[in-house]
């Protein structure tokens, strides 16, 4: 979804089964997802967190006033901000299931569709941290043979991690890593990954100067066309488990 400077990715199964990654800077995710979710449809079966920082929950405390939410999947780890503490004084409020995201965890949205955690690689529930981005809950979307790799802000040293790890990341969509920055979507990653297309999460003129020229730059090299919200807005994958269409609003 087209939420500015943030990320917000709504997806929805065959079965109906709905989960929510991140919830964008602010509660303006609420007029987008009013626009993908039926009027009557007040629940979402999971939330998941990529990390704690402010353009990536700003908007979910909101969608918990808004919605029933059944299971809240993040890596648990402490950060010392406001904006994390009404996070988590709201998920508490909700009741919902809470679920530590370690790689390995896949939840089951039915007819052969999965989302599993490949990182953090080991649990990072109550570690105290700085720097969110080292446990930044990267997760595999499969449909049927379509994969999707959804980043969220990892950077190149976890990226690293993962590849040494022996993770399979190979995925015909890459949703690219902290909005394009420099500091991801490295070209050890393009190479594990062979996407076919990739997708940029980023705010219009934002102060980053996100997506950074050698990120494009890199994506070009490596002959992967790219979507960005900015330029394109909100980015709709659509799949039958075999091939995939994508269009823009």
């Known amino acids: 979804m087209d939420v500015g400077q943030g990320d917000a990715i709504f997806i929805q199964a065959p079965d109906?089964?709905?989960?929510?990654?991140?919830?964008?800077?602010?509660?303006?995710?609420?007029?987008?997802?009013?626009k993908i979710m039926p009027p009557t449809d007040r629940s979402i079966d999971a939330i998941i967190v990529s990390h704690p920082h402010s353009d990536h929950i700003g908007g979910l405390p909101a969608v918990l006033e808004q919605y029933d939410v059944g299971a809240v999947v993040e890596a648990g780890e402490n950060y010392?901000?406001?904006?994390?503490r009404t996070w988590q004084q709201s998920v508490d409020s909700e009741g919902a299931q809470k679920i530590d995201a370690t790689a390995g965890i896949t939840l089951n949205l039915g007819q052969d569709a999965t989302i599993?955690?490949?990182?953090?690689l080991r649990s990072a529930s109550g570690i105290t941290t700085k720097s969110p981005h080292d446990y930044?809950?990267?997760v595999?979307?499969?449909y049927g043979q379509m994969e999707m790799l959804l980043t969220g802000d990892m950077e190149a040293d976890v990226e690293q991690k993962l590849i040494a790890s022996g993770i399979n990341l190979d995925a015909d969509i890459l949703k690219v890593g902290h909005h394009g920055s420099k500091?991801?979507?490295?070209?050890?990653l393009l190479n594990s990954v062979t996407p076919e297309v990739a997708l940029i999460s980023v705010g219009v003129?934002?102060?980053?100067?996100?997506?950074?020229?050698?990120?494009?730059?890199?994506?070009?090299?490596?002959?992967?066309?790219?979507?960005?919200?900015?330029?394109?807005?909100?980015?709709?994958?659509?799949?039958?488990?075999?091939r995939f269409i994508i269009t823009r609003k």
């Open 80 to 84: 010392d901000s406001a904006i994390f």
């Open 183 to 188: 500091t991801s979507t490295s070209s050890a």
């Open 16 to 34: 109906g089964n709905q989960v929510l990654i991140d919830g964008g800077p602010d509660a303006s995710v609420l007029d987008d997802l009013a």
């Open 205 to 242: 003129k934002n102060r980053y100067n996100h997506p950074h020229l050698s990120t494009l730059q890199r994506l070009e090299d490596f002959k992967i066309p790219y979507y960005r919200t900015d330029t394109d807005g909100t980015i709709t994958i659509t799949s039958d488990g075999d």
């Open 136 to 138: 930044n809950v990267t």
């Open 140 to 142: 595999m979307l499969r």
């Open 116 to 120: 599993t955690v490949l990182n953090p």
